[in-house]
C-alpha cells in the first residue's frame, strides 16, 4: 500500500497555530511544515517555544522565503543558530535583535536529551 504523504500528516503550525502539515524530516532533527499561511520551512524541535515573541516575525521570514515554491534543499530551516541571523539581516529594530540575543545565549532547554 503506499501511503499519501499529505492526508496522512496533519498537525498545528508551530508559527501561526492553525492547522498544517507537521512531519519529521528525513534529513535533519526538525519538522517539516507545509502551512498555507507561513509557507514551507522546517524548524527544530522546541524553537516556536524558546522564540515565541517572535514568531510573527519568523513567519515573515518564512513567507517571503516560500514564494515561489522553493525545493526540498533550498526549503528553510529555522535552528537556535540560523534564527537571529536571520533576523539580523531581514532589517529588524536592533532592540528586538538585542532581546533575540538574550534568548539565544539562555537555552535552557536541552535540544536532544
Ligand atoms: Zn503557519
Keep these: 500500500m503506499v501511503t499519501k504523504e499529505d492526508s496522512t500528516h496533519k498537525g498545528i503550525c508551530p508559527l ?16 517539516v511544515v507545509i502551512c498555507e499561511r507561513c509557507g514551507y520551512f522546517r524548524i527544530g524541535h522546541g524553537i516556536a517555544e524558546q522564540f515565541k515573541e517572535q514568531l510573527h516575525l519568523i513567519a515573515g521570514l518564512t513567507r517571503k522565503s516560500s514564494f515561489p515554491r522553493p525545493s526540498v534543499e533550498t526549503r528553510l530551516t529555522l535552528t537556535y543558530d540560523n534564527i537571529p541571523e536571520l533576523l539580523a539581516t531581514s532589517g529588524l529594530p536592533e532592540s528586538l535583535l538585542d532581546q533575540l540575543d538574550k534568548v539565544h545565549h539562555n537555552r535552557l532547554i536541552p535540544l536532544y536529551t
Design 16 to 31: 501561526c497555530n492553525k492547522p498544517a502539515q507537521v512531519k519529521p524530516s528525513q534529513q535533519v532533527d526538525a519538522h
